[in-house]
């Protein structure tokens, strides 16, 4: 599957942005998607996951609270709400799918991946 993730860009600290990750199958609803984000100098890390119903969500401590994943199967994407950005949480954003059954946290267990967008919280 071909990832493709849009909607990064440039906000001030407490904004938001809306990330989408649309994937290239009709068979997407089988696919755990995650999105990782990677800080210049900084190893990727993961930010949130959804299992391939919607059903479970799991997020890293660093954005609980701020951040919300949802999928639509329909239209074949996964989008990433980000609230109250933070300097930070600045680094290029990755969505990634897997066709496990379970969220998992690890870049490694995820196959695809797309080529990432752009996130920079800056006054």
């Known amino acids: 599957v071909q990832l493709q993730a849009s909607g990064g860009g440039l906000v001030q600290p407490g904004g938001s942005l809306r990330l989408s990750c649309a994937a290239s199958?009709?068979?997407?609803?089988?696919?755990?998607m995650g999105w990782f984000r990677q800080a210049p100098g900084k190893e990727r890390e993961f930010v949130a996951a959804?299992?391939?119903?919607?059903?479970?969500?799991y997020f890293a401590d660093p954005v609980k609270g701020r951040v919300i994943i949802s999928r639509d199967n329909a239209k074949n994407t996964v989008y990433l709400q980000m609230n109250n950005l933070q300097p930070e949480d600045t680094a290029v954003y990755y969505c990634?799918?897997?066709?496990?059954?379970?969220?998992?946290?690890?870049?490694?267990?995820?196959?695809?991946w797309g080529q990432g967008t752009q996130v920079t919280v800056s006054s």
């Open positions: 990634a799918g897997r066709q496990g059954l379970t969220i998992t946290t690890m870049t490694y267990e995820y196959e695809y």
């Open positions: 199958e009709r068979s997407f609803s089988r696919y755990v």
């Open positions: 959804i299992s391939r119903s919607g059903g479970a969500t």
